[in-house]
């Protein structure tokens, strides 16, 4: 799988969010968009309205990471809605296995999340049933954070069980993901990097997402 990158838009200026999503049209792979409930995390920030109106604004797909309690009900309309991904947490999940399903009934990929602190091994079974793991490289809530180089080895361990069913699940890490931490991320085998700050955070959000695309298609 080629190199993908995927902005988080939480570090965008909410009052001019067609305009942050246009500046990096055609460079970035998706849109990443951080859905937070103030109850799985201590955060709030947007829902379904909001990811409806963008899907209608943008031409880019939409990378819709779910950081909120009962997903199970939730998530089939972010899929039904037009969203190109929907990414569940495995810790908020109550029947984890049926809202997959859902998401890609629905015609979205469906994304598994994995907090820093929640092993990867257990989740191998269910491979199959995702197109996406996404490996937290912070603890979910906020941009900004420093990326958590703890998480590294279980990077490397979801790749090789990646490898080991046939290599076609894309992974995915998100928090802290900057020109200083993404080699580290590639070269332990991610292959989709969220980055909110990297890109939002620069002068020229189109020529960040470029320059991390080299730098991670460097690391691998
Ligand atoms: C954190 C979110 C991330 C966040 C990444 O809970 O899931 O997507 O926006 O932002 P940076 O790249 O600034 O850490
Ligand atoms: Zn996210």
């Known amino acids: 799988m080629p190199v993908q990158i995927s902005p988080s838009i939480l570090s965008a200026d909410f009052a001019r969010l067609a305009d942050e999503c246009a500046a990096v049209a055609g460079t970035a792979d998706w849109l990443h968009v951080d859905v937070m409930d103030n109850h799985f995390v201590p955060n709030l920030t947007l829902g379904l309205p909001v990811v409806e109106s963008l899907l209608k604004a943008v031409s880019t797909p ?121 080699e580290r991320a590639a070269e332990a085998g991610a292959d989709v990097f969220v980055a909110g700050n990297a890109v939002y955070g620069a002068q020229d959000p189109a020529q960040a997402v470029r320059n991390l695309r080299a730098q991670a298609e460097g690391a691998r």
Request: net charge negative.
């Open 62 to 182: 939409i990378d819709c990471h779910l950081m909120i309690e009962d997903p199970d009900r939730w998530a089939p309309a972010y899929a039904e809605a037009g969203a190109g991904s929907v990414t569940i947490h495995v810790e908020a999940a109550k029947a984890p296995i049926r809202t997959l399903r859902t998401i890609r009934a629905a015609g979205a990929r469906a994304g598994l999340g994995v907090n820093p602190a929640t092993p990867v091994e257990a989740f191998e079974d269910l491979l199959p049933e995702l197109d996406m793991l996404l490996l937290m490289t912070v603890e979910p809530g906020f941009g900004g954070q420093r990326f958590l180089d703890v998480v590294l080895p279980k990077v490397r361990r979801a790749r090789e069980l990646i490898d080991k069913h046939g290599g076609s699940v894309w992974l995915q890490v998100d928090g802290g993901v900057s020109a200083e931490t993404i």
